[in-house]
């Protein structure tokens, strides 16, 4: 003859195992599966949202018909009118005393999970040394530089990069103008070409007009590649930036890229969530790679411009 389990079991069984389940055995199966030495636990509230599922349904099933529910109820009376012996009354109180006592200290205690809001800053513990003292080179043009700027600028072929030259070839077309610089024609670039029709072009002033120009690349960039994410103000509010699970950073916040040197920020655009170490992962990042498509100058312009659009200043590097 078959032994039939009561519902009361039945439904205490249930939600033990369905916590078992949620609580370990998911992350136990997360770290097999993604080969990381650590598991990946199921945030609390998604454990609260199964349990609450699994109690709905034992609910459904022990009231859908008298039968059941008697079934259900009758260990539930057969405790209160003492029909039991004094162990297991024991027991039964003990276990009660137990368990209320123990989701009381659980949800009490403090604990340490993930930040339930953005972090700052992620976790940079693989962060090689030698590129803490990186200085952008697009903010320091050399004597060089700004000489064959001068020079470019008299002979009518300044050099931009590739991303914007179509851009200015349909500005050029559009107004039949022929000096691409009145394209940008800031301050500095309008003192830069008077300065040059005067024939008197002093190295700061073209310095000045050269970061300009790369400024302008810079935001160019920043806006074909980041802005989607990033925003246009920098503040992590690009039409893209709901659809991730952590928000892009805010750099206007004065904790972000103000906090670090260039040589971080070089180094997290470089090698995007990718780079990240392993303890990041509660911070993952969906940030690309950006070392596979845009050169390391492209990098170091963005980078520019980022600093730029967020009226910030890195962090200059202790030893200095």
């Not at 069984?13 to 916590?19: A, C, G, K, M, V």
């Not at 109690?55 to 009231?63: G, R, S």
């Not at 750099?251 to 990240?276: A, C, K």
Request: charged share 20%.
């Amino acid at each position: 003859m078959k032994s039939k389990i009561n519902s009361f079991w039945t439904v205490v069984l249930t939600i033990i195992i369905t916590y078992l389940i949620v609580k370990f055995a998911i992350p136990a199966l997360s770290r097999e599966l993604t080969g990381m030495p650590f598991p990946l636990p199921v945030p609390s509230a998604l454990i609260f949202i199964y349990m609450v599922l699994t109690l709905i349904a034992m609910f459904l099933l022990v009231t859908f018909d008298d039968k059941p529910l008697n079934d259900f109820m009758n260990p539930i009376k057969r405790f209160l009118r003492g029909d039991f012996s004094k162990p297991v009354r024991a027991i039964g109180i003990v276990l009660v005393s137990t368990t209320v006592g123990w989701y009381v200290y659980d949800i009490t205690v403090p604990k340490v999970a993930a930040p339930v809001a953005l972090r700052i800053q992620h976790p940079s513990s693989n962060f090689p040394n030698k590129m803490e003292d990186l200085q952008n080179p697009m903010t320091s043009p050399t004597e060089e530089q700004v000489t064959s700027f001068i020079e470019q600028a008299k002979a009518g072929e300044i050099q931009f990069i590739e991303q914007v030259v179509p851009d200015f070839e349909a500005w050029m077309d559009e107004t039949g103008e022929e000096d691409p610089l009145l394209a940008i024609n800031t301050p500095a670039i309008k003192t830069f070409r008077a300065a040059l029709e005067a024939d008197n072009v002093s190295a700061e002033t073209a310095r000045a007009a050269l970061l300009e120009v790369r400024m302008f690349m810079g935001r160019a960039l920043y806006a074909m590649n980041c802005r989607a994410c990033h925003g246009d103000s920098v503040a992590g509010d690009g039409p893209m930036a709901d659809g991730f699970k952590l928000r892009p950073i805010n750099f206007t916040d004065n904790g972000t890229i103000e906090t670090i040197v260039e040589g971080y920020t070089f180094w997290r655009v470089q090698n995007g969530g990718p780079g990240l170490p392993l303890e990041a992962t509660p911070w993952d990042s969906a940030m690309p790679e950006w070392k596979v498509s845009l050169t390391e100058e492209e990098r170091w312009l963005i980078i520019m411009a980022e600093y730029d659009l967020a009226e910030k200043t890195p962090r200059i590097p202790e030893k200095h």
